[in-house]
């Protein structure tokens, strides 16, 4: 098989781009997927890729695939997909990142409104670790070729400019500001992280930092949000958001849940399964 087919496919953009296959093989061994295993879902998929076909569709054949050998599979691929369903307005989003920074040793808090020298700022994650407390923005977007602009991060800057003075009643003492943190599920500009780098803020994008990256640290501790399930309705998902389940490890063992009326999918056994193996509990 050739590294690369002689192929355009179309991003969403509308950007014809070629078709490399090394690129979807690695992005299908993300999934936890073995050699073999992907080499059957290309000998599926590549019959079906023509000349023109979106990067979307695509995307959606591989995930059909992997499903059929793995809902787990499925669940680590769809991941970025599985981030932008919690929306629409990234309320979900928010609690997310607080439980992620959690599981990483971090204390924190939402819903704070905070005064400045100059006006009030209302906060989306707070965090505390040992002597640094970070304001931190969220930013969400609900499509993948979202890139967060210069923009963003000088806002940002703006904004720890003003509360950093003063010292806050936060985590049970007076603590100030130590340092703006911008996170978001997407991407960054060029410009945005050179913005950041150079005022010392904390970056963390879907790829950035290179080897740090929110893809990376979300698999390293399987922080995987429950919109990864594939064998859940959108309700039931949904459903469970509001009832603070945020994490797939949120529901491992909690057999109750899937005695619910609300939770009528008749896969119960195979949900049960994927939230066992993607947290790597079997």
Known sequence: ?????????????????????????YSLSKSGASDI???????NMLPRIHDGMSTKSIYQMAFSQLKRVSGTFAARYSLKRALMELGPAGFYFEQWVARFLESYGYETCTNQIIQGEAVSHEADVIAKKEEEMYWIECKFRN??????????PMYLLSRIRDISAKPHELFGGMRKFTMGWLITNTYFTTDATSFGEYYGLKMLSWDYPAKRSLKTLVDQKALYP???????????????LDKGYILVKDLYGK???????????????????????????V
């Open 37 to 43: 295993e992907i080499s059957e879902v290309l000998e």
């Open 226 to 240: 429950i919109t990864c399930l594939t064998n859940l309705s959108k309700n039931e998902k949904t459903y469970l």
């Open 1 to 25: 098989m050739s590294a690369k087919m002689e192929l355009r496919v179309k991003r969403q953009s509308g950007e014809l781009i070629d078709f490399d296959i090394n690129k979807l093989k």
């Open 143 to 152: 499509t993948m070729t979202s890139k967060i602009s210069v923009t963003t």
């Open 255 to 281: 057999d109750e849940l899937f005695d619910d009326n609300m939770i009528k999918s008749k896969n119960k056994h195979k949900i049960k399964t994927e939230i066992a193996e993607l947290i790597q509990e």
